[in-house]
């Protein structure tokens, strides 16, 4: 990997933040987008914008073609079987919710159990809370180590044959803990479970083949991966999704509506109603071409080189402590002793340098931590060694500017 050409094609990264040059490092919040996926997006709204699928003339047809091809872009990308298994989303958060909506409403009742674990982001925790409250199932959780991994041994013993639905992440967007989903879906399935992957944090680092997985559902979002915002995909095995209701009811989903009942069109479009998010997917194509040109293999064996330096040089700076396992995926979250972390963002920013501070959307994961919130520094393909050491250094002077002791 050429990481300076790589970063040449980002151009929101040549700029000067608070007269610093920027040194972005929240990717795990959002990723920066190339210039193929900013011209793609450009290139829909002046050349091309209408509506999809259901025109004849020629701006129609090649929105469809576009809509369609970021389709099958998307099922290649994850190995998925067919492109009805594709479904068009916002993001990773409406993805797991059209599954609760959907799939668990439907199919949970009093007694059955769901399983979940601590580290899990709001969006993989709240759902099922709700769910479980409407249907009388159980929500179940599955301990973790003092490192912040999950030991199989404990998942054996959560899951049971009582258990309806297993919902995991991949990666924790808090302690970088890459999850053992695959031989988590085998005990689901062991047991009779379906197995769901919050894939927010996995699918931009690494590469994703959801039959290797052996998952029911996977859902990601776009703007992770250095596409737009505002578009994802939830992925589901075709057999589950044919049984599965449509939760939004309207144009584009249906195929015959009369006065008092409607039919459904086949999938995966009865679960896109209304006009789809057509330049979203074209860019989420744009943006899968770009990160397969370069290599999920290539981007994931560089970010864990990144990963064990920014480990190395933020844990050897007095005073801070790091949460997570030591093999990670591409991020460091830290707090540095009787500093707030929203005190540590600020006084990054104002050397340049963009980190999350705050719960992270994990508040049960930072109550198991016992803290109430941290500073994250996350990393991707446009992240280099110098920017880690620019921002260990203005680690140093964050401890000094609050008062600490460096020895």
């Not at 998952?215 to 250095?226: Q, R």
Request: aromatic share 8%.
């Amino acid at each position: 990997m050429n990481i300076q050409e790589i970063r040449k094609q980002f151009p929101i990264l040549h700029q000067q933040v608070n007269n610093h040059p920027l040194v972005y490092l929240d990717s795990a919040a959002t990723s920066q987008k190339p210039v193929q996926v900013i011209e793609a997006v450009d290139r829909y709204y002046r050349e091309y914008n209408s509506n999809v699928h259901r025109g004849v003339h020629t701006l129609g047809t090649l929105a469809t073609d576009g809509y369609e091809g970021a389709r099958e872009k998307v099922r290649k990308f994850i190995n998925a079987k067919a492109v009805q298994e594709i479904v068009f989303v916002r993001g990773t958060t409406t993805g797991i919710n059209t599954v609760v909506a959907s799939y668990a409403r439907a199919n949970l009742k009093e007694g059955d159990e769901i399983v979940i674990t601590p580290m899990e982001h709001h969006s993989n925790i709240i759902p099922w809370q709700q769910v479980a409250k409407t249907s009388g199932a159980t929500l179940k959780y599955i301990p973790l180590q003092e490192d912040g991994t999950i030991a199989l041994a404990d998942v054996e013993k959560t899951v049971t044959p009582n258990t309806k639905i297993v919902s995991v992440m991949y990666v924790s967007n808090v302690l970088g803990t890459i999850n053992p989903v695959k031989e988590i879906a085998a005990i689901a399935h062991k047991n009779g479970a379906v197995m769901v992957v919050d894939g927010a944090q996995s699918t931009p680092h690494m590469k994703i083949d959801v039959q290797d997985l052996d998952c029911d559902f996977y859902a990601l979002s776009g703007h992770k991966m250095c596409g737009p915002t505002g578009i994802g995909v939830l992925y589901g095995k075709k057999a589950l999704l044919e049984k599965m209701e449509p939760i939004e009811f309207g144009g584009e989903m249906i195929d015959f509506v009369d006065l008092y009942d409607s039919t459904w069109k086949e999938l995966p479009w009865k679960f896109e109603g209304g006009t789809p998010i057509i330049a979203g997917a074209i860019g989420l194509g744009a943006a899968i071409d770009f990160l397969e040109e370069i290599g999920m293999d290539n981007i994931a064996e560089y970010e864990h080189k990144l990963a064990q330096y920014a480990m190395e040089k933020v844990g050897g700076v007095e005073g801070v402590t790091i949460y997570g396992p030591k093999e990670r995926a591409g991020l460091v979250t830290f707090n540095i002793d009787d500093v707030h972390p929203h005190d540590v963002a600020t006084v990054l920013d104002a050397e340049g340098i963009a980190v999350r501070a705050g719960h992270h959307c994990a508040q049960p994961l930072m109550k198991w931590l016992k803290v109430s919130a941290t500073a994250r520094a996350s990393f991707y393909l446009y992240n280099t060694e110098e920017e880690i050491d620019v921002f260990v250094k203005a680690l140093i002077k964050t401890k000094e500017y609050f008062g600490n002791v460096l020895y």
